[in-house]
Each structure stands twice: as structure tokens, then as C-alpha cells.
């Protein structure tokens, strides 16, 4: 089978080609390049120019073809821009589901058809499925990765039916040790190599100066609330899902300045640092912006009620599941695991399907649930679903 493998430059992906060689398929490198820019990148961050050198050592020590490709203008109108929108409403967008979805599957797949392609190959840590209903037709079903340290099924909780069938995890059954442990025996470049960290393709930045090549600074406030305030108390008291799905309604009238900031927008639930207020017992944490009035709202301790909830909602145009036969009809109710960020544990949650969408009711309050975000759902080791966190 000719297989077009996304060769990044790291590790994983190395191996994943090395393996599907080994198996006998017709193995062809392809590198992306993705982004130009270095506003806001971290020094000593690895340049796509040494991911793409070490990408062609790889493919020259496996003796396959390697191709290059530019993809960075779609990457920026369906990725970047799409950052700087969500970040502009005072949402926290996941760049790395956007780009499996968007560009490796998307994108990076339309040009691997080019090179003949009959399967695309990432070095993801997930597995892909195939079973066959009563009528003949295949189904793919995406499964977590062997290694519960690096399962990476939640990056690519967007995926298609069509998409997945084209879709290989050669290193989705090994542990993360054995790849590294295989590249070395095999002598890759890439066997010692760190992961790479940061936004997708982009890398560690400077969250704020990265946003400010589209979204202006604009000093505003900070306020405290403190943890006994009674917008907690009158959510705890509820108890159905609707109100427990809603965030919490803070006013500048609730708390007390106690510094300031340069935009509402640069900032997330649940982030501690960047606030630069300091002398307290324990630290400040984010637990609320106010878009309108570029207002920040934290509180004092990794406890405090206002980083917690019990509930989120998804609007219907953003519930997707990864195999229509598994969605969900109105009045419907299931149980399921669910995480709202990578490498969360799972959360078990009651999932409730109304007109006005996905309500998701979990048995623990979950910290840092974020507008933006995703959330998937899982049946034991399979995902299947996922959609944006609207509130």
C-alpha cells in the first residue's frame, strides 16, 4: 500500500514510518511547513527549519522519498485566525484539535492524494478501528493509545468517518519508551530528540504578545472575589443541569480592584501566572473575564469555588461525533467518561441531550471548565464524540 507519512521532525512520527517500511508498504515522507512568523516565539524554541532537516535525515536512513509542502496560508486562516476570534470573544480555543482536523487531516491529506496516497500515517498515540454493519458499509471507530501517558485520541476528538478512513496509527499499541527505544536501535536522528511543546506547528510563545499582532493591549482591572461570595452559593444550591452549566456571573460590584492588566481577552480560566500581584499565602487564580468591560476576575487558593463546576453546555452546530450511529437524540440520557482537556484523567459524567443542546453533568466538579474548549466523551477505550464548550 502507498502510504504518505507526515514526518515531522520528532520522534513518533520517525517511527511510525520506520514501522509501516518494515511491514512492507510503500512508504513516502511528507513535511508541512506551517508557520512563518515568530512573533511572540520563545528563543530557543526549535525552528521548523531544524524540524525539517531532521525530518530528511529520517527519510534518507529509511531510504524513502520526502516531499515538501506549504501549508502555512491555510494554517493561518484555519487555525491562527481562528485563535485570535475565540481569543478576541474571551474564549480559549484548542489549537491542536483545530489542526488535526483542519490541516493534517484536511489540508496535509488533499496533498498526500496528490502523491498517490492510500493512506495517510501520523505518529499519533491513538488507534483507528473498522467494523462493518448489517447493510455492508465500514465503519472506523477511534480508539485511545496503549500508553495512558501519552494517549493523544483527545487531539483528534473532530474527526471524521471519511477522514479516519484514511487515517494509520502505526505507534498507537506501543508505549512511549519502546519508540524511543526503536529509533534508537535503528539508529534515527530523531531517537534522542525532545518533544515539541507549545501550539501546534507554532511552538511555546509569549501567550499575550503572540495575541497582540491582532488584538490590542487595553489596561483594565482585576478584582478579587472572595470565595464566600453568594454567586457560588446560589449555584451550589442548584440542582439541575441547565443552571449548573452556567458560568458564573460576575460583576465588578462583586470584589475589589486589586491591580491591573492589559486585556481581558490574554487571559484563561484557571491561570495562575501572568498576573503579576503577588504577596499572597496562596496564589490568584483566574476565574472569570468580563469582554465588555475588559475586567479580570480572580480569587486566592487552588480551592477556591470559583475555578469549580459541575456542568457545561455544547450548542447543537458544535456537538460532532465520530460515527453518526452513536449520536444522541433529544430527551436522550447516557452515562459516559469524559475529559474537557488533554491528559485529564476521565471524569464520569451524565450526558443530556436538550433542543438547545449538550448538557454535560458531571459527578465531581470539574476545575477550569473554559468556553472554547472541547470536550470528548468516551465509551471505556473508545471516543465518541466531542464538541466546543459554549459555557
Same mark, same amino acid.
Given at each position: 500500500?502507498?502510504?504518505?507519512?507526515?514526518?515531522?521532525?520528532?520522534?513518533?512520527?520517525?517511527?511510525?514510518?520506520?514501522?509501516?517500511?518494515?511491514?512492507?508498504?510503500?512508504?513516502?515522507?511528507?513535511?508541512?511547513?506551517?508557520?512563518?512568523?515568530?512573533?511572540?516565539?520563545?528563543?530557543?524554541?526549535?525552528?521548523?527549519?531544524?524540524?525539517?532537516?531532521?525530518?530528511?535525515?529520517?527519510?534518507?536512513?529509511?531510504?524513502?522519498?520526502?516531499?515538501?509542502?506549504?501549508?502555512?496560508?491555510?494554517?493561518?486562516?484555519?487555525?491562527?485566525?481562528?485563535?485570535?476570534?475565540?481569543?478576541?470573544?474571551?474564549?480559549?480555543?484548542?489549537?491542536?484539535?483545530?489542526?488535526?482536523?483542519?490541516?493534517?487531516?484536511?489540508?496535509?491529506?488533499?496533498?498526500?492524494?496528490?502523491?498517490?496516497?492510500?493512506?495517510?500515517?501520523?505518529?499519533?498515540?491513538?488507534?483507528?478501528?473498522?467494523?462493518?454493519?448489517?447493510?455492508?458499509?465500514?465503519?472506523?471507530?477511534?480508539?485511545?493509545?496503549?500508553?495512558?501517558?501519552?494517549?493523544?485520541?483527545?487531539?483528534?476528538?473532530?474527526?471524521?468517518?471519511?477522514?479516519?478512513?484514511?487515517?494509520?496509527?502505526?505507534?498507537?499499541?506501543?508505549?512511549?519508551?519502546?519508540?524511543?527505544?526503536?529509533?534508537?536501535?535503528?539508529?534515527?536522528?530523531?531517537?534522542?530528540?525532545?518533544?515539541?511543546?507549545?501550539?501546534?506547528?507554532?511552538?511555546?510563545?509569549?501567550?499575550?504578545?503572540?495575541?497582540?499582532?491582532?488584538?490590542?493591549?487595553?489596561?483594565?482591572?482585576?478584582?478579587?472575589?472572595?470565595?464566600?461570595?453568594?454567586?457560588?452559593?446560589?449555584?451550589?444550591?442548584?440542582?439541575?443541569?441547565?443552571?449548573?452549566? #452556567?458560568? +458564573?456571573? !460576575?460583576?465588578?460590584?462583586?470584589?475589589?480592584? =486589586?491591580?491591573?492588566? @492589559?486585556? /481581558?481577552?490574554? &487571559?484563561?480560566?484557571?491561570?495562575?501566572?501572568?498576573?503579576?500581584?503577588?504577596?499572597?499565602?496562596?496564589?490568584?487564580?483566574?476565574?472569570?473575564?468580563?469582554?465588555?468591560?475588559?475586567?479580570?476576575?480572580?480569587?486566592?487558593?487552588?480551592?477556591?469555588?470559583?475555578?469549580?463546576?459541575?456542568?457545561?453546555?455544547?450548542?447543537?452546530?458544535?456537538?460532532?461525533?465520530?460515527?453518526?450511529?452513536?449520536?444522541?437524540?433529544?430527551?436522550?440520557?447516557?452515562?459516559?467518561?469524559?475529559?474537557?482537556?488533554?491528559?485529564?484523567?476521565?471524569?464520569?459524567?451524565?450526558?443530556?441531550?436538550?433542543?438547545? #443542546?449538550? +448538557?454535560? !453533568?458531571?459527578?465531581?466538579?470539574?476545575?477550569? =471548565?473554559?468556553?472554547? @474548549?472541547? /470536550?470528548?466523551? &468516551?465509551?471505556?477505550?473508545?471516543?465518541?464524540?466531542?464538541?466546543?464548550?459554549?459555557?
Amino acid at each position: 500500500m502507498r502510504v504518505v507519512v507526515g514526518l515531522s521532525g520528532g520522534v513518533d512520527s520517525s517511527v511510525a514510518a520506520l514501522l509501516l517500511k518494515e511491514q512492507g508498504h510503500e512508504v513516502i515522507g511528507l513535511f508541512m511547513r506551517n508557520w512563518h512568523d515568530t512573533t511572540g516565539t520563545l528563543e530557543g524554541d526549535c525552528p521548523w527549519y531544524d524540524d525539517q532537516l531532521f525530518a530528511e535525515l529520517v527519510a534518507k536512513r529509511l531510504d524513502i522519498e520526502f516531499h515538501y509542502v506549504d501549508l502555512s496560508e491555510q494554517y493561518r486562516t484555519r487555525v491562527v485566525d481562528y485563535m485570535f476570534s475565540e481569543y478576541e470573544k474571551g474564549r480559549t480555543p484548542n489549537p491542536d484539535v483545530l489542526c488535526n482536523r483542519e490541516i493534517k487531516f484536511d489540508v496535509f491529506l488533499k496533498e498526500a492524494l496528490k502523491l498517490g496516497a492510500e493512506r495517510v500515517a501520523t505518529g499519533h498515540y491513538c488507534r483507528r478501528e473498522e467494523w462493518i454493519d448489517s447493510q455492508g458499509q465500514t465503519h472506523y471507530r477511534l480508539l485511545a493509545g496503549s500508553d495512558p501517558n501519552k494517549d493523544q485520541s483527545y487531539f483528534l476528538c473532530q474527526l471524521t468517518q471519511e477522514q479516519l478512513s484514511y487515517a494509520m496509527f502505526p505507534i498507537g499499541d506501543l508505549l512511549k519508551p519502546e519508540v524511543r527505544r526503536i529509533a534508537e536501535e535503528n539508529k534515527l536522528a530523531t531517537a534522542k530528540r525532545k518533544d515539541s511543546q507549545g501550539i501546534c506547528f507554532v511552538g511555546k510563545v509569549d501567550l499575550p504578545l503572540f495575541l497582540q499582532q491582532k488584538l490590542s493591549a487595553k489596561e483594565g482591572n482585576v478584582h478579587e472575589i472572595l470565595p464566600h461570595s453568594p454567586r457560588f452559593q446560589r449555584t451550589a444550591e442548584a440542582n439541575d443541569h441547565k443552571t449548573l452549566s #452556567g458560568p +458564573y456571573r !460576575l460583576t465588578i460590584r462583586d470584589g475589589k480592584k =486589586i491591580g491591573t492588566h @492589559q486585556g /481581558a481577552h490574554f &487571559y484563561t480560566i484557571g491561570q495562575r501566572k501572568g498576573l503579576g500581584i503577588g504577596g499572597r499565602k496562596e496564589s490568584l487564580f483566574v476565574i472569570g473575564t468580563d469582554i465588555e468591560h475588559n475586567a479580570v476576575f480572580v480569587g486566592e487558593g487552588d480551592n477556591h469555588p470559583g475555578l469549580y463546576r459541575k456542568a457545561l453546555r455544547i450548542i447543537p452546530s458544535e456537538i460532532h461525533w465520530v460515527d453518526g450511529v452513536d449520536a444522541m437524540e433529544v430527551g436522550q440520557r447516557r452515562v459516559y467518561d469524559v475529559r474537557i482537556r488533554y491528559r485529564q484523567p476521565l471524569q464520569r459524567a451524565e450526558l443530556i441531550m436538550e433542543e438547545d #443542546g449538550l +448538557y454535560i !453533568l458531571f459527578d465531581e466538579a470539574q476545575r477550569g =471548565i473554559t468556553a472554547g @474548549q472541547f /470536550a470528548a466523551w &468516551y465509551d471505556g477505550e473508545r471516543l465518541l464524540g466531542s464538541g466546543v464548550i459554549e459555557r
